[in-house]
């Protein structure tokens, strides 16, 4: 979702090319770091913990971006948040597996692993038609302060003063 929100954030913040570059990778740099240390944890403290603890940061950094207004902020809760996505999936599909009987184990974890792409998908169409329809603000209002809080467009005034 990173590839319809950096355009705007780009102008917002002037970031560099290098900066858009880092911005790019260092979320892939911490689900790299994060699917190294999970296997870990989770032999210590057990999976379903390890899950938990990576889906309420992968949920916290989320919605912490949102409200971001310059880019240090923004790559720190984006590696940390990278972190979280890269300790849950293989902790998770380890998990499925153990829970799973033998006959129907490659169905379940197969299907887990079609289900994650399948979310990324529908989440970057949403922010393909949210970012430019509603712009970064707006779309920070609803997910940071829920739709009742949101700021309602106001009307557009022609040109002889009537609305």
Do not use: N
């Amino acid at each position: 979702m990173i590839a319809y929100t950096l355009p705007v954030i780009t102008k917002e913040w002037d970031i560099s090319a290098a900066g858009t570059t880092l911005t790019l990778t260092i979320g892939s740099i911490g689900m790299l770091i994060g699917a190294f240390v999970s296997g870990w944890a989770a032999d210590r403290v057990g999976r379903v913990k390890v899950i938990s603890v990576c889906v309420a940061l992968t949920a916290a950094c989320s919605l912490l971006m949102a409200d971001c207004t310059s880019l240090l902020p923004f790559l720190a809760l984006r590696f940390v948040q990278g972190f979280a996505i890269g300790g849950e999936v293989p902790t998770a599909a380890a998990y499925i597996s153990e829970i799973s009987r033998a006959h129907r184990r490659g169905r379940f974890v197969h299907f887990y692993e079609i289900v994650l792409p399948a979310g990324l998908a529908a989440g970057a169409l949403l922010a393909a038609w949210v970012i430019p329809h509603w712009g970064r603000t707006r779309a920070r209002s609803v997910t940071t302060t829920g739709p009742a809080r949101c700021p309602r467009p106001t009307p557009a005034r022609s040109s002889s003063g009537t609305t």
